[in-house]
């Protein structure tokens, strides 16, 4: 997927528990679940989505977001798409 699109992709790891504070980007940001699962809590809505392994999620451009602890970890790939 990310090379059809034309994307450079990193992949990162969340040991269980893992904290992130919630963050934006200036830039598109789309990932991929590859092993484990998550869920990002969207700040301004409150939404929440919880991709799985093989779930894509593309968050747009200034959107805060962040994941809370996964509780057995989690790996994703993603991309800057703009």
Same mark, same amino acid.
């Given at each position: 997927?990310?090379? !059809?699109?034309? &994307?450079?992709?990193? $992949?990162? =790891?969340? #040991? ?9 980007? *200036?830039? !598109?940001?789309? &990932?991929?679940?590859? $092993?484990? =699962?998550? #869920? ?9 989505? *919880? ?32």
């Amino acid at each position: 997927m990310f090379a !059809r699109e034309r &994307l450079r992709p990193r $992949r990162w =790891s969340k #040991v269980p528990h893992d904290v992130c504070a919630a963050h934006s980007h *200036a830039y !598109r940001k789309v &990932l991929c679940c590859l $092993r484990g =699962s998550l #869920v990002f809590r969207l700040t301004e809505t409150g939404e929440e989505i *919880a991709p799985h392994p093989g779930d894509r999620l593309d968050i747009e451009p200034g959107t805060m977001h962040g994941p809370p602890p996964a509780p057995g970890g989690v790996t994703c790939i993603e991309a800057a798409r703009g």
